[in-house]
């Protein structure tokens, strides 16, 4: 199917009148319209074109098919230039030029609706946001992006623009429109300059409409080495030691956003020498490397993860490489794969790496079994860091002095904020770490299904938690004391110390 970009009709036009332009040549254009529809408006449509038509009666599923399939590129195959894209104040300006609500429902011109879109896209990539939230209600729209983990309120809309910005974007994510009432998922390639960006849409319905949000994936940002990562020399050694065996299971473990699938592609890359089968099974895939085979989950179609991870094992891999261990079955799985020579790398959904152990023994994985095994358990948290620019220093307060012990500094650091770092005090995230390597007296401890109280005393006899990780950012400067208690809150001692 090929269209003209003259035989083309305005979205809101197409849709709210029920015609579609299926092809087009010089000679006449091919319509699409919808049971129902009034034909009074082809009337419209023939001026509009200006050639003659040919019709042709579609039901309401193949409308809507039709309709998505024909606009789903329309405003985003044109490249949109970041750098062209004024930060300052641009989408409020974009918001202004918003027709009132009789112009945007009557309009045969969807532009308005198409730069904003645009416009968000444009500025989320410029502030290098994660993920933009489109939030419904009753009473507005409001939109929010995540920034280095925290959301930031960016505009307030009125309610009236909800289902045509909503409607929008299922367009051009390919997914139906008609449908409202299940969660839908799709993709938008998005080019702005030089920078090719990968919008994965989500969409929820919710009380006040329909929630979507939009995660952005850089295509040209390269995967990051292990070294890259700023991990300290003493879990560097560990996580190099645990990729060099040949068998076992290593463990990435943390909330959603903590930087688990960055550890565990910059552990395949370094991996990724060519002298073995590298496959992974994951949900979704994120990164594409050069190399590996990668598998992408399908729940629809019944492609699970173990279901994924049975069929890779077929396949002759070396080192395997599961998203995440959720269920027994995957549990039961990796660690037979891993007992027949494979090595494999996953994540588990814990708050450190002793709780991993405890999950695994939920899903049912015999102690003897995880102690012969597991090879290293990471964990792993992200704190903002502090803008160079901007940041401040202050006299630790008695709150410091409780939390960081005899070790305070006379000095600290606070976020101030400045245009460098869009007034927020903090440019950019890094990791803090804890690592367990299973050597003997963890393995003899496992086995005898002991608890996470004295796997713990002996897995940190000789290295730092999590804490210690976070609190170490602070005394050097890196990040704040609020950022730390906020990563690792959970983790703070008896003795009140992160």
Same mark, same amino acid.
């Given at each position: 199917?090929?269209?003209?970009?003259?035989?083309?009709?305005?979205?809101?036009?197409?849709?709210?009148?029920?015609?579609?332009?299926?092809?087009?040549?010089?000679?006449?254009?091919?319509?699409?319209?919808?049971?129902?529809?009034?034909?009074?408006?082809?009337?419209?449509?023939?001026?509009?074109?200006?050639?003659?038509?040919?019709?042709?009666?579609?039901?309401?599923?193949?409308?809507?098919?039709?309709?998505?399939?024909?606009?789903?590129?329309?405003?985003?195959?044109?490249?949109?230039?970041?750098?062209?894209?004024?930060?300052?104040?641009?989408?409020?300006?974009?918001?202004?030029?918003?027709?009132?609500?009789?112009?945007?429902?009557?309009?045969?011109?969807?532009?308005?609706?198409?730069?904003?879109?645009?416009?968000?896209? %444009?500025?989320? %990539?410029?502030?290098?946001?994660?993920?933009?939230?489109?939030?419904?209600?009753?009473?507005?729209?409001?939109?929010?992006?995540?920034?280095?983990?925290?959301?930031?309120?960016?505009?307030?809309?009125?309610?009236?623009?909800?289902?045509?910005?909503?409607?929008?974007?299922?367009?051009?994510?390919?997914?139906?429109?008609?449908?409202?009432?299940?969660?839908?998922?799709?993709?938008?390639?998005?080019?702005?300059?030089?920078?090719?960006?990968?919008?994965?849409?989500?969409?929820?319905?919710?009380?006040?409409?329909?929630?979507?949000?939009?995660?952005?994936?850089?295509?040209?940002?390269?995967?990051?080495?292990?070294?890259?990562?700023?991990?300290?020399?003493?879990?560097?050694?560990?996580?190099?030691?645990?990729?060099?065996?040949?068998?076992?299971?290593?463990?990435?473990?943390?909330?959603?956003?903590?930087?688990?699938?960055?550890?565990?592609?910059?552990?395949?890359?370094?991996?990724?020498?060519?002298?073995?089968?590298?496959?992974?099974?994951?949900?979704?895939?994120?990164?594409?490397?050069?190399?590996?085979?990668?598998?992408?989950?399908?729940?629809?179609?019944?492609?699970?993860?173990?279901?994924?991870?049975?069929?890779?094992?077929?396949?002759?891999?070396?080192?395997?490489?599961?998203?995440?261990?959720?269920?027994?079955?995957?549990?039961?799985?990796?660690?037979?794969?891993?007992?027949?020579?494979?090595?494999?790398?996953?994540?588990?959904?814990?708050?450190?790496?002793?709780?991993?152990?405890?999950?695994?023994?939920?899903?049912?994985?015999?102690?003897?079994?995880?102690?012969?095994?597991?090879?290293?358990?990471?964990?792993?948290?992200?704190?903002?860091?502090?803008?160079?620019?901007?940041?401040?220093?202050?006299?630790?307060?008695?709150?410091?002095?409780?939390?960081?012990?005899?070790?305070?500094?006379?000095?600290?650091?606070?976020?101030?904020?400045?245009?460098?770092?869009?007034?927020?005090?903090?440019?950019?995230?890094?990791?803090?770490?804890?690592?367990?390597?299973?050597?003997?007296?963890?393995?003899?401890?496992?086995?005898?299904?002991?608890?996470?109280?004295?796997?713990?005393?002996?897995?940190?006899?000789?290295?730092?938690?999590?804490?210690?990780?976070?609190?170490?950012?602070?005394?050097?400067?890196?990040?704040?004391?609020?950022?730390?208690?906020?990563?690792?809150?959970?983790?703070?001692?008896?003795?009140?110390?992160?």
């Amino acid at each position: 199917m090929t269209i003209d970009a003259p035989a083309r009709l305005a979205y809101a036009f197409a849709k709210a009148h029920g015609i579609v332009v299926l092809d087009s040549d010089e000679a006449r254009v091919r319509i699409g319209l919808r049971e129902g529809a009034d034909s009074e408006a082809l009337l419209e449509a023939r001026r509009a074109l200006d050639r003659p038509l040919q019709v042709e009666r579609l039901d309401r599923a193949s409308f809507d098919r039709q309709l998505s399939e024909a606009y789903a590129d329309a405003g985003l195959d044109r490249a949109t230039d970041a750098d062209a894209f004024d930060a300052h104040g641009s989408l409020d300006a974009l918001v202004d030029d918003m027709p009132a609500t009789a112009d945007l429902l009557e309009s045969q011109d969807d532009a308005p609706i198409i730069r904003l879109i645009n416009g968000l896209l %444009a500025e989320a %990539a410029r502030l290098g946001a994660s993920d933009v939230h489109v939030e419904p209600s009753e009473a507005h729209l409001r939109v929010r992006f995540r920034v280095d983990g925290v959301m930031r309120e960016m505009l307030r809309l009125p309610a009236r623009i909800a289902p045509l910005l909503v409607s929008r974007v299922k367009v051009m994510a390919r997914l139906d429109i008609a449908e409202k009432r299940i969660p839908q998922d799709g993709r938008i390639s998005v080019s702005m300059g030089a920078k090719a960006l990968d919008v994965r849409v989500s969409t929820l319905p919710a009380r006040g409409g329909e929630r979507v949000v939009m995660r952005l994936l850089d295509k040209e940002q390269g995967i990051l080495s292990l070294r890259e990562l700023g991990m300290p020399s003493q879990v560097l050694q560990a996580v190099d030691r645990a990729l060099g065996v040949p068998n076992g299971i290593i463990l990435v473990t943390g909330p959603t956003g903590s930087g688990k699938t960055t550890t565990l592609y910059a552990g395949l890359a370094g991996l990724n020498d060519g002298s073995r089968t590298i496959l992974t099974v994951e949900d979704p895939v994120e990164y594409a490397i050069d190399g590996i085979g990668q598998t992408q989950v399908n729940a629809k179609v019944g492609m699970s993860f173990a279901a994924g991870l049975r069929a890779i094992l077929r396949q002759d891999p070396d080192t395997v490489m599961v998203g995440e261990i959720r269920d027994p079955e995957t549990a039961r799985i990796a660690v037979q794969a891993s007992l027949t020579g494979h090595l494999v790398l996953s994540t588990v959904h814990t708050n450190d790496a002793v709780g991993a152990i405890t999950r695994l023994r939920d899903m049912g994985v015999e102690p003897f079994l995880l102690a012969s095994t597991l090879r290293l358990i990471l964990a792993q948290r992200l704190v903002r860091r502090l803008c160079p620019a901007c940041r401040a220093p202050r006299e630790p307060d008695a709150l410091a002095v409780r939390v960081l012990g005899t070790a305070v500094p006379a000095t600290l650091y606070r976020a101030t904020g400045c245009q460098a770092c869009n007034h927020t005090g903090y440019a950019g995230r890094l990791g803090v770490y804890e690592a367990i390597t299973i050597d003997e007296p963890l393995r003899r401890l496992i086995g005898e299904n002991a608890d996470e109280g004295c796997i713990a005393r002996a897995a940190f006899a000789n290295g730092a938690r999590l804490s210690r990780a976070a609190r170490d950012c602070v005394l050097a400067g890196h990040t704040t004391l609020e950022e730390a208690l906020r990563v690792t809150h959970q983790d703070t001692g008896a003795d009140g110390q992160v």
